[in-house]
């Protein structure tokens, strides 16, 4: 619905004062308006549409990419857990090969140690020995020498 002043514009001049021209209808500027916006406007409508379609496709397309993405990632951190828990192994093996190789490295030392020792007392056993006899036969001596002595029976 026209307003008032819609109603009055029809009445005024359009050109400048002259010379007389045959009269006529008054224009409608609004059914003016709306032949000359109609065809761009429905034109829009098609494009919103065009555009909805678009960003139907760009979500369908981002919603398939994201999901590939993830897949992706799950593979990339499984092959990382895999390679980290390979690399883990490989360092229990080598750290085990090393405690192997000096607990063998000790016990090789220890046999020298002990052979040794076993050397040093079977070369050392005589001479021990035979200070103890003769310790022993001091005592045994000594002991006997007070009871056949004169002093003793006194």
């Known amino acids: 619905m026209t307003g008032f002043r819609d109603f009055l514009t029809r009445f005024r001049p359009v050109a400048s004062p002259g010379r007389a021209a045959p009269g006529g209808v008054p224009a409608d500027r609004s059914a003016e308006l709306h032949a000359e916006l109609a065809p761009p406007l429905a034109l829009l409508g098609q494009a919103e549409a065009d555009a909805r379609s678009v960003r139907e496709c760009a979500?369908?397309?981002?919603?398939a990419r994201l999901r590939e993405a993830e897949v992706l990632a799950e593979e990339i951190v499984a092959d990382a857990r895999e390679q980290?828990?390979?690399a883990r192994e490989r360092a229990a093996e080598r750290?085990?090969?090393?405690?192997?190789?000096e607990a063998a490295e000790l016990l090789a030392e220890a046999e020298r140690e002990a052979a040794a020792v076993r050397d040093r007392a079977r070369s050392r056993t005589p001479a021990l020995t035979e200070r103890a006899l003769a310790s022993v036969l001091e005592d045994i001596t000594?002991?006997?020498e007070p009871a056949t002595s004169p002093e003793a029976g006194s």
């Open 95 to 101: 750290s085990l090969r090393a405690a192997e190789a």
């Open 59 to 63: 979500d369908t397309a981002a919603a």
């Open 142 to 144: 000594a002991a006997r």
């Open 84 to 86: 980290a828990r390979r």
